[in-house]
């Protein structure tokens, strides 16, 4: 059901998993995190899989208050999830927060070195392209939504990832 440093890109030598938990994970069905990546859970964090997780290599997991991945997430290499700043900044009225929750609908896909930030939450069928900063709430939009940019924005509608055919055609691969 829970598969941890596993080879499946060849750019990433099997280095492992940095497992560092002094707060609560759930699993709630089949989770694959592949090598070189590193989970961290604060003692006040909540980090909750739903069932079909699939992290490539490289994820990178900071959770201090609480992430949460639905079910079918496929997440790209060098890929980040902090719901933390790690810091506060003073204003003139107190400071910052520093903190909030990641919420990852269904049916995700987070291509390479995508990023997720506190209070970053996403709809259901939402892909992420390479690159792609997410900081703010995008799942009140509707789904099949494609986000990309730094910050993120919509940039396709009506898309999604379909698991069962995810096929890069040969004709797409040949030179005319």
Known sequence: MIRLGFSKVSLYPNTGIVWENRGYI????NTL??????????????LVF???FWATCSLKIACHKYIEFNNNVLVGWDCLFADSDFHTLQTKNGSTKGIGEIHIGDNNWFAMQSVCLKNAKTPSYCVCSAQ????????QLQEKIMLSGNPAKIVKMDIYHDWINDKIHDNALSSN
Do not use: W
């Open 26 to 29: 759930e699993f709630n069905g």
């Open 132 to 139: 792609t900063l997410i900081n703010k709430d995008f799942s």
């Open 33 to 46: 995190i592949g090598n070189a990546s590193a989970l961290s859970v604060g003692k006040r964090g909540k």
């Open 50 to 52: 739903g069932n079909n």
